[in-house]
């Protein structure tokens, strides 16, 4: 089955820094790749998505690539803030008979950005 | 409602006792999705509707496990017979219809078993 390895698993900056948070994936047939940014004792919330097709992404201070060949997608935030401060999951998830996909999360990346 | 809603937010219960959490999806959202967050671990599949229909059970752990989504909309997870190991957040994510839609998450319950 699908796996997705997330590195690193903490990361700390500056305030205005950028950060950078890798995730590889082994499923060959994935074609959904979403980022959730989850607060402590909240609920994960959608921050940037891409699908197999495109290779970047941006939303204001956020970015996503993807390498399909190389099966790994990264999220880049840049002039980061304190409110940045969280744990981020990347996913990966592909379609099933039936028609739906179902998301494979990595472990999560830790981010503290010090003002 | 504005988004997906989760109760109760909290549940403590003794081992061997049956719990029952519940799930509002946003209205008119077909795909409804349970997930299982242990500490400091991302969330994992446990099972998906599509309307009605359970198409996907496959990440439940054990056959004391069930799901259930009668009229489309509410759903309940109910696990019998609780054991410690099934202390963790469980997630409901509902999306508006089918194939790679984004999946918008509840607050969780965060179940405890003494």
């Known amino acids: 089955g699908e796996n997705v390895e997330q590195h690193p698993s903490t990361l700390s900056v500056q305030e205005g820094d950028s950060a950078v948070i890798k995730c590889t994936y082994s499923?060959?047939?994935?074609?959904?790749f979403p980022w959730y940014k989850q607060e402590l004792g909240k609920r994960p919330q959608l921050i940037i998505d891409?699908?197999?097709?495109?290779g970047e992404k941006k939303d204001q201070r956020i970015a996503v690539t993807l390498n399909k060949t190389a099966k790994h997608f990264s999220l880049h935030i840049t002039e980061t803030q304190p409110e940045d401060s969280a744990v981020y999951f990347c996913?990966?998830?592909?379609?099933?008979?039936?028609?739906?996909?179902?998301?494979?999360f990595g472990a999560g990346t830790r981010l503290a950005v010090h003002p | 409602g504005a988004g997906v809603s989760q109760s109760p937010r909290y549940k403590v219960a003794k081992r061997g006792q049956d719990v029952a959490l519940r799930c509002d999806p946003i209205?008119?959202?077909?795909?409804l999705f349970w997930y299982q967050q242990a500490l400091g671990q991302g969330p994992e599949f446990l099972t998906y509707?599509?309307?009605?229909?359970?198409?996907?059970k496959s990440g439940l752990p054990s056959d004391r496990f069930f799901a259930e989504r009668p009229e489309g909309s509410v759903s309940t997870l109910k696990i019998q017979r609780t054991q410690k190991e099934d202390s963790a957040v469980y997630l409901c994510?509902?999306?508006?219809?089918?194939?790679?839609?984004?999946?918008?998450f509840g607050d969780g319950t965060r179940l405890s078993i003494l």
């Open positions: 509707f599509q309307n009605e229909a359970q198409l996907d």
């Open positions: 209205s008119g959202h077909v795909s």
């Open positions: 891409i699908r197999s097709n495109v």
């Open positions: 994510a509902s999306s508006l219809g089918q194939g790679d839609q984004p999946q918008h």
């Open positions: 996913a990966a998830s592909r379609g099933y008979s039936g028609g739906y996909n179902k998301l494979i």
């Open positions: 499923d060959s047939a994935s074609n959904y």
